[in-house]
């Protein structure tokens, strides 16, 4: 069964660090895979993607605090969260797109973050 | 402020036909291509409409997809209780450059 699996959420102090990671069954990381929040009470926002060739994208809102990665040996999806803010708590689904033409078709049930002093 | 724009809301009777709007420019559906997700609370989303148009298997055909200039749009016939949920558009936003959503449409079967 294909699967993505998010971990690493959690509360975490403003200005803090968290890496998330989505380990991925029967689905290879190495597709394009993108990171997406919801807030509170908010509608879905896209975050940041990293295309099979490798070329990474991010939201303005992320821009040079977040960092995607991923280790196609442990078939595992990473999104590294630098200088938290309030406004980063969320749930972060992350979601792979199994074909060139059928965007984020795949996803994970999402891991929360609560940034909070 | 989203990008793509979406009606926050839309209603109808079991049976009857919505159909949802997203509104864009140049740089993004007028450009690329839209997609559309139903989303359920709790749940993950899932893809409903790819390339304006086309259902992934297992998508009813009651869902249909298309695409006008800068706009896209999603109908639902013969709606459904089971089809209350929050619905978004995505497109490829060549100015950003990256993906965005639109702000949601939550539908309401009355």
């Known amino acids: 069964e294909v699967q993505l699996v998010e971990s690493g959420g959690g509360l975490i102090q403003p200005g803090g660090s968290l890496r998330l990671s989505c380990a991925a069954s029967?689905?290879?990381?190495?597709?394009?895979m993108s990171w997406v929040r919801q807030a509170p009470g908010k509608g879905l926002e896209w975050v940041s993607l990293?295309?099979?060739?490798?070329?990474?994208y991010y939201a303005d809102s992320v821009e040079g605090r977040f960092t995607i990665s991923r280790d196609n040996s442990k078939n595992t999806l990473y999104l590294q969260m630098n200088s938290l803010r309030a406004e980063d708590t969320a749930v972060y689904f992350c979601?792979?797109?199994?074909?060139?033409?059928?965007?984020?078709?795949?996803w994970g049930q999402g891991t929360t973050v609560t940034v909070s002093s | 402020q989203s990008v793509l724009t979406q009606p926050p809301s839309a209603s109808g009777t079991p049976g009857q036909r919505v159909t949802i709007s997203c509104s864009g420019s140049?740089?993004?559906?007028?450009?690329?291509?839209v997609y559309w997700y139903q989303h359920l609370p709790g749940t993950a989303p899932k893809l409903l409409i790819y390339?304006?148009?086309q259902r992934p298997s297992g998508v009813p055909d009651r869902f249909s997809g298309s695409k006008s200039g800068t706009s896209g749009f999603l109908a639902i016939s013969g709606l459904r209780s089971e089809d209350e949920a929050d619905y978004y558009c995505?497109?490829?936003?060549?100015?950003?450059?990256?993906?965005?959503f639109g702000g949601g449409t939550k539908v309401t079967v009355l």
């Open positions: 979601a792979g797109d199994s074909s060139g033409n059928r965007p984020m078709d795949v």
């Open positions: 029967e689905f290879s990381v190495s597709s394009t």
């Open positions: 990293v295309f099979s060739r490798g070329s990474t």
């Open positions: 140049t740089s993004n559906i007028g450009d690329n291509s």
């Open positions: 390339t304006n148009d």
């Open positions: 995505l497109a490829w936003d060549d100015s950003l450059p990256g993906r965005v």
